[in-house]
T-cell receptor, first 107, second 114 residues
């Protein structure tokens, strides 16, 4: 059965303290892996798509990487406005979502 | 522009009411989706429209009725809902439904069933 697991479930960082979020997956043939950011009560905001192992994408303080078994979302020198839930998903029209990592960045 | 709009933002309805949620995108996307999201859970897929035709119904109860009037609009008609249907309803769109394309989500409609 296809599965996506995210860790940690919750993470508290001090402003400027870099860290990584993990998304491990078990799927029969990865077509795409997607990262989203979701603020409370709002829709997920698209961040990155990764298609093949070794691929990396960056946007401001965020960098997403992909291996054959997992993806990491690296957050460099985070700011309080980076606080959100980060979701990863795999699939095509039907996403298999992880349960998310709730990130809190303290000033 | 990667914007998907949804109206209303909030909706409170009784169990005997009929209401509709609306979604619009102007990105030329040919696939549109409805999701339901409960607190602290990831979104759950409800329906997929591809080229204005319903292609996926994830065994959603008939009290939820989707409609795609044209390639830019998606509606979700609600009737005789239950309190457990209270949730955030999200609309999304993507370039196509076949293939791994990123989905762009709207801000959601917070639905409360009393």
């Amino acid at each position: 059965e296809d599965q996506v697991t995210q860790s940690p479930e919750a993470l508290r960082l001090q402003e400027g303290e870099s860290s990584s979020l993990n998304c491990s997956y078990t799927v029969s043939g990865l077509r795409g892996l997607f990262w989203y950011r979701q603020d409370p009560g709002k829709g997920p905001e698209f961040l990155f798509t990764l298609y093949s192992a070794g691929e990396e994408k960056e946007k401001e303080r965020l960098k997403a990487t992909l291996t054959k078994k997992e993806s990491f979302l690296h957050i460099t020198a985070p700011k309080p406005e980076d606080s959100a839930t980060y979701l990863c998903a795999v699939g095509t029209y039907k996403y298999i979502f992880g349960t998310g990592t709730r990130l809190k960045v303290l000033a | 522009d990667t914007e998907v709009t949804q109206t209303p933002k909030h909706l409170v309805m009784g169990m005997t009411n009929k209401k509709s949620l609306k979604c619009e995108q102007h990105m030329g996307h040919r696939a549109m989706y409805w999701y339901k999201q409960k607190a602290k859970k990831p979104p759950e897929l409800m329906f997929v429209y591809s080229y204005e035709k319903l292609s996926i119904n994830e065994s959603v109860p008939s009290r939820f009725s989707p409609e795609c009037p044209n390639s830019s609009l998606l509606n979700l008609h609600l009737h005789a809902l239950q309190p457990e249907d209270s949730a955030l309803y999200l609309c999304a769109s993507s370039q196509e439904s076949q293939g791994a394309y990123e989905q762009y989500f709207g801000p959601g409609t917070r639905l409360t069933v009393t």
